[in-house]
């Protein structure tokens, strides 16, 4: 009987961060027009006058970690040798697929510069993963996801590595994510205003009553408990995962602060926390240690569970005024310029983790380990 290969956490990375790529190089994603160019005319231009350090750097490092996570996912899948040239041409692949549909874009201008800098970095991080490969340091990390994470760890553990991210984005409340409920109703209302479906569609008007301070304490304690909770299904024994909520505690309120800082200032790093919210963290933290011990199906129900209540709830809390008046900051680009990607993240990832858990509540039981 073949041995199954071991899940890897590189092969979930690698697609979403593809998907990166392609809002990146696409955005706005209109108006698309035939500017009576061809396709793939820019390898042919002449080498654009107007560019800097920023234009190398930016398109050397946004390709450097593509080649890196695609040469480690084909290591991880048994392809050692060819793993480097594989990443490699996989990304110019797709590095020749967005500068030639950019041609169709009047906002982004393709040009062989870019392509080749897109290339260079792919070639750089392929080569970093063979190299560190070939000095043993994947094989450590294999050692070290053996002891702490299980088979079928790869989805979670891709989650996880994203929640950081996902909480660099303004939310309503600290480590509020999810809260899409008033774009989602406007953007409708918005899309139906001049067809037949307005008369059949009604929307409520966006919530503007304040939670109770109960409430709000709740969303705070859930919403540090429930990235917890996708720890420990992925997760070994309890003491790793006690050790995995203190981590969680750290970089939750660490990432807070720095989202403070990019919005509203060095000086306001810690504008968020007061003391409800500081009990709700800690309380958030004991919650999560004592659930614990749980198997992991009841942390997989407990999870689905949670995120439902914590989703249905956090989308009737309105906007902060304060968090409003400074969005336009981040929409500028004033401090991060990602084109509004970081809020993506924000908006859908508890709705991936209810997805992932949602699915692995779905398989059978001969392929899921509860304990």
């Not at 500068?99 to 080749?116: C, K, M, N, T």
């Not at 899409?180 to 953007?187: C, F």
């Not at 709000?216 to 790793?240: D, S």
Request: hydrophobic content about 55%; overall charge positive.
């Amino acid at each position: 009987m073949l041995r199954r290969r071991r899940s890897t956490v590189a092969w979930p990375l690698t697609w979403a961060y593809v998907a990166l790529v392609i809002y990146a190089s696409l955005y706005p994603f209109g108006p698309w027009r035939d500017q009576g160019l061809s396709t793939w005319s820019f390898l042919t231009s002449p080498w654009p006058k107007y560019w800097g350090a920023f234009d190398v750097w930016a398109n050397v490092l946004g390709y450097g970690p593509l080649g890196f996570l695609a040469a480690l996912s084909a290591m991880r899948m048994g392809l050692r040798r060819q793993a480097w040239w594989l990443a490699v041409l996989g990304s110019v692949g797709l590095s020749l697929l967005m500068e030639g549909l950019q041609s169709y874009l009047p906002v982004r201008v393709p040009s062989v510069a870019d392509f080749g800098l897109n290339t260079c970095g792919a070639l750089m991080g392929a080569l970093l993963a063979n190299g560190m490969e070939r000095l043993g340091a994947i094989d450590r990390w294999s050692r070290f996801r053996e002891r702490w994470f299980t088979e079928d760890a790869a989805g979670g553990m891709a989650l996880l590595v994203l929640w950081p991210s996902a909480l660099l984005f303004p939310a309503p409340m600290c480590l509020g994510l999810g809260q899409v409920g008033p774009n989602l109703r406007t953007d409708l209302a918005q899309w139906v205003q001049d067809s037949p479906l307005r008369a059949w569609l009604s929307f409520q008007d966006p919530p503007t009553t304040a939670l109770t301070a109960e409430m709000e304490f709740l969303l705070v304690l859930m919403g540090l408990v429930l990235p917890c909770l996708l720890g420990f299904t992925v997760i070994r024994a309890l003491g790793q995962r006690v050790v995995f909520a203190g981590l969680a505690f750290l970089v939750g309120v660490g990432v807070s602060a720095l989202s403070a800082v990019l919005t509203y200032g060095p000086g306001h790093a810690w504008v968020w926390l007061d003391a409800a919210q500081g009990w709700a963290l800690l309380g958030g933290l004991l919650g999560a240690v004592m659930l614990a011990p749980l198997p992991r199906w009841a942390h997989v129900a407990l999870l689905l569970l949670g995120l439902s209540v914590y989703l249905w709830a956090i989308n009737q809390a309105p906007a902060s005024a304060y968090v409003t008046l400074n969005l336009q900051q981040w929409e500028q680009g004033r401090f991060i310029r990602f084109n509004g990607l970081a809020q993506w993240l924000g908006w859908v990832w508890p709705y991936a983790v209810w997805f992932w858990a949602l699915l692995w509540m779905a398989r059978p039981s001969s392929e899921r380990k509860l304990f």
